[in-house]
């Protein structure tokens, strides 16, 4: 009896969570773990395999969020969850598919980048599932982890990874790092297949700015750091400026020169796309690993202030610099303040 009335909670317990996702008119045989309630700013809502079909059902298969202002402009991208246990960077995109409403140019969003990543859990110390509250009922997001799942990958990983351009060698696991791997292969591994489809979409899409959201331990020399490919260094320290002046300290480095397959390297030196990683803090990450969402000291909406505000100075320094029809303006854009004060719930929608 007792087995039996585990068992119906349990069910009932995913059914909650399940219910709004199933729900979703773009359900497709593929993956789908985040609850994510677009904006009406969201005109098309694809998968990732429409840019390279071999990823159609497979467990790298993500949705590709498409808001469209419909008058010339650039085009954005942003991807979270490239590393599936860096929750700050998955929510950020999310936050901008709920929000996000241009007036000028398109934005592109992939919450979830690799999806096979948010499927398991590396650790057993943080929670798999993150309730965050909102005004309107709790909402669940998957913490997954750093890696492509093994199982997933086609092969066991190497003893060692190097990328085909060069450089350091790495653990095998690192071959089924998505940001190692990049441009990837059409047909590599499946985190190289995915790699190729992302390259794929950039250049099709023709992406004139493109943000790639992680989080690293508070420890690491990266915590609060901007990546920028080389060619688009400028773009990044003028926001970098004006984002002391609202108080937030940001570090600026460009791409390494031997270091290859990430994506600000790589995403900047084959599309035309200005390439940029941000990093925020993320205790999870540490070595005593806090609370990915309330640590007192650098707790969610914090992070996701950053990410937010990071990409606005980015986007303003490009508006300043660029051809009068490539701005990027957005008649909705989500309060990066806001979100500092009263926490992550208050901008998830409905
Ligand atoms: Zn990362």
């Not at 729900?23 to 904006?39: C, E, K, N």
């Not at 998968?47 to 993500?62: H, I, N, V």
């Not at 934005?107 to 979830?112: F, K, N, R, T």
């Not at 859990?121 to 309107?136: N, Y």
Request: charged share 20%.
């Amino acid at each position: 009896m007792r087995r039996s009335v585990s068992l119906l909670l349990i069910c009932t317990f995913f059914f909650l969570i399940l219910s709004p996702i199933c729900s979703d008119p773009f359900y497709g045989a593929s993956t789908i773990l985040h609850d994510i309630r677009p904006s009406k700013g969201i005109v098309q809502i694809s998968w990732l395999s429409e840019w390279f079909a071999p990823l159609k059902g497979t467990p790298s298969d993500t949705r590709v969020f498409i808001a469209d202002s419909k008058k010339p402009g650039a085009t954005v991208f942003v991807a979270g969850g490239t590393h599936a246990n860096e929750i700050a960077g998955i929510i950020s995109a999310v936050i901008l598919v709920e929000n996000a409403i241009p007036s000028y140019g398109r934005l592109i969003v992939i919450p979830d980048i690799n999806m096979s990543a948010s499927t398991w859990t590396e650790s057993t110390i943080v929670p798999s599932w993150i309730r965050i509250d909102s005004p309107h009922g709790a909402r669940f997001f998957k913490y997954g982890a750093r890696y492509t799942d093994p199982v997933h990958q086609g092969m066991t990983d190497p003893d060692r990874y190097k990328h085909p351009k060069g450089g350091d060698s790495f653990e095998g696991s690192e071959s089924r790092n998505l940001n190692r791997v990049y441009p990837g292969k059409p047909d590599g591994t499946l985190t190289e297949q995915l790699a190729w489809a992302v390259m794929t979409l950039l250049k099709k899409e023709k992406v004139d700015i493109a943000f790639d959201l992680h989080e690293a331990g508070p420890e690491s020399r990266l915590a609060n750091m901007i990546v920028a490919n080389p060619k688009n260094l400028d773009l990044g320290a003028l926001a970098v400026i004006n984002l002391e002046l609202e108080g937030i300290n940001m570090k600026l480095e460009p791409s390494s020169d031997v270091f290859h397959g990430l994506s600000h390297r790589e995403w900047g030196d084959e599309t035309s796309a200005s390439a940029f990683l941000i990093e925020t803090p993320n205790p999870a990450q540490a070595t005593d690993k806090g609370n990915p969402v309330e640590d007192p000291k650098h707790p969610l909406e914090e992070r996701v202030a950053i990410h937010l505000a990071t990409i606005e100075a980015i986007l303003d320094a490009w508006n300043s610099d660029c051809l009068p029809d490539k701005h990027i303006e957005f008649a909705m854009f989500p309060s990066w303040q806001a979100i500092k004060a009263r926490g992550v719930g208050e901008s998830l929608n409905w």
